[in-house]
């Protein structure tokens, strides 16, 4: 099946530092992608959709200027959590469907464990 | 958008089967219904996924009674390595609507 790969798997930084998530759709193009926010033992919250070639959508609740989302080619979205403090610590994941209306299949990144110290 | 009610929780011993209902009583015509499993640190995986009636692949079954108001994963014979959170899904396939996650349901598989 199509694959949709997440780097870095885990990252710490330092509290006021930015972090750049990158998240690829393999072998398929994705003019649409999704990040979520995950906390421990809670639901994926879905932060906001990725959309080839213009700006994010972002949730309600979001801060697009805290959350920088890149999506600049149909593989490859990037989600920048800028300024990053401690409460930004969780577990983000990206999703990228393939095929359409019934045939859609989300596929989801292995996730980045973000640790602001 | 249809929301989705599963049990928070469930157990079950290895070898049983595993029943996991969901609730969404406000699916639209053009809702499919997808499951997905999750295992701590790890982005969901695809289970299974289903219109109405019963699909079936080599993982799991999926039942969805013919009004559609709710939808059921089974799971033969379980074993320790299915100890995981499911997620049940229902949207159209188009932007985000298929994609908000409920609860899930943590299913514990004991020795």
């Known amino acids: 099946g199509a694959v949709v790969s997440q780097h870095p798997s885990r990252v710490i930084c330092k509290s006021g530092t930015s972090v750049k998530i990158e998240c690829r759709s393999l072998?398929?193009?994705?003019?649409?992608m999704f990040w979520y926010r995950q906390f421990p033992k809670k639901s994926l919250m879905l932060m906001a959709t990725?959309?080839?070639?213009?700006?994010?959508?972002?949730e309600q609740g979001v801060e697009k200027d805290k959350f920088l989302i890149n999506h600049a080619s149909l593989t490859l979205s990037t989600l920048t959590v800028t300024s990053a403090h401690p409460e930004d610590s969780s577990f983000y994941i990206c999703?990228?469907?393939?095929?359409?209306?019934?045939?859609?299949?989300?596929?989801f990144g292995q996730g980045t464990r973000l640790t602001v110290v | 958008l249809a929301k989705t009610t599963q049990p928070i929780s469930m157990d079950s011993y290895e070898g049983q089967e595993v029943n996991i209902t969901c609730s969404h009583n406000?699916?639209?015509?053009?809702?499919?219904i997808t499951w997905y499993q999750q295992f701590p640190s790890q982005g969901p995986r695809f289970i299974i996924q289903?219109?109405?009636t019963k699909v079936t692949n080599e993982v799991a079954s999926l039942f969805i009674p013919a009004d559609r108001k709710s939808s059921t994963l089974s799971l033969p014979r379980v074993s320790l390595s299915d100890t995981a959170v499911y997620y049940c899904?229902?949207?159209?396939?188009?932007?985000?609507?298929?994609?908000?996650f409920g609860t899930g349901t943590r299913l514990t598989v004991i020795p």
């Open positions: 999703s990228a469907g393939a095929g359409s209306g019934l045939n859609t299949e989300a596929f």
């Open positions: 072998d398929f193009q994705a003019t649409t």
């Open positions: 990725s959309n080839e070639g213009s700006k994010a959508t972002y």
């Open positions: 406000n699916i639209a015509t053009n809702d499919y």
């Open positions: 289903g219109y109405k």
């Open positions: 899904l229902v949207g159209d396939g188009t932007g985000a609507n298929n994609l908000f």
